[in-house]
């Protein structure tokens, strides 16, 4: 098959109207780089899904980040992106201008340099992600523990994908206006570390098709395409079109050390609520490594009128929130989903703020 | 975040590689795959996540042949 028909039936798709969601951020990104809603009949939607771990991270999980940092003997570790997130008050950058111990690093192991060259300073990781991000911190520790270093400790924010898949497929947090996705394009890196496999339960039991998918244009095309067919035709298959990366049954290596560090458990999700056993917490063998990431207790609403919640479950468009673009920029945040770069609504933002219109 | 860019091992050192991005050349764990001096890793976050099955470019291309293979079957239900 050539691009250029493709291209065509997408284009040209008068069938019944179909939802499809990226679960990825990195996906959404592509999708606007591309402008690939441009390419696809206005019969077919693509709808951005719950895959920035950024933007799900509770506001009481910044609190904590922010409490440790501030704690005499303290320095706190982070990604870049988890920078500007607002906890109930204040951002891990304002914290730091405040004056937090904070530093972003590129990767979790520069901590490990950082603990052995600092040994009277407890070195905290913010330690957030799905399962592309779990076995880094699995091994770190792995790596903490052989050497015998006792001052590093992480802050768990994980969050684990399938369960999240299932919260949106279910409807358990429907309020009763939502639409439904047909088919999903599977997040490629998550995929890379869980494999192919693991969306086969959930295919079945929801009668979904997933396909997994690389980033370039054309691995979306290709997946939207594919998608459609499945759709179409009344299959919930799995197909995998990122095959140079991701495995039937993913990283087993990584699984182990992921298996050997943590154990399940609930998870609250910014904008979400409590999903269960969406998380991974550190397992017995490596409690003294946890600087206190159990309990969030309940999370402190965003302003109401944002709707992150409707956003991260597919139910709307960013555009579709009557904050996005006017009191919810980038710059003056209300939700997360507006402060990360991987968030739906920063990244429509980004690349049209004020166009109205079906690609934005 | 789960950003993830390809790179070719020049060279391993016990856990860690030198890994080639277009020129620049960085340390990498490897603690999480098997790999040997070059093949293509998958590297997020400091660290090695999968070994490429083949360079992203190669990839691309079969892409589209791959789409009539997975669509395949779909043909052979119609019949």
Known sequence: MQIDQVLHALKTYEGPEIRIMEVCGTHTVAIMQGGLRSLLSDRITLVSGPGCPVCVTACAYIDRCIALAMTPGVKLYSFGDMMKIKGSTKSLSEAKASGAQVSFVYSPFDVLTAAEKEPDTMHVFAAVGFETTVPIYALLLQQAAEKGLKNIQLLTAIKTILPALETILSGTENDGTEKPIHGFIAPGHVSAIIGKNAYLDLARRYHRPFTVAGFSPEHIVAAVYQLLQQINSGRADVTNLYTGVVAENGNAKAQKAMSEVFEPGDALWRGIGTITNSSLYLNRTYAAYDAGSQNLGDEPSESALCRCRDVILGNIHPIDCPLFGTACTPAHAQGACMVSGEGACGIWYRFSPKKPGKDR | ?79
């Open chain 2, 1 to 79: 975040m789960c950003v993830a860019v390809p790179g070719k091992i020049t060279e391993i050192i016990g856990s860690i590689a030198n890994v080639d991005f277009h020129g620049n050349t960085v340390r990498v764990q490897l603690g999480l795959v098997q790999a040997t001096v070059g093949d293509y890793v998958l590297v997020h976050a400091g660290c090695a996540i999968e070994v490429m099955k083949s360079g992203q470019a190669e990839e691309l291309l079969t892409l589209f042949d791959e789409l009539d293979a997975i669509m395949a079957p779909e043909k052979n239900d119609a019949n």
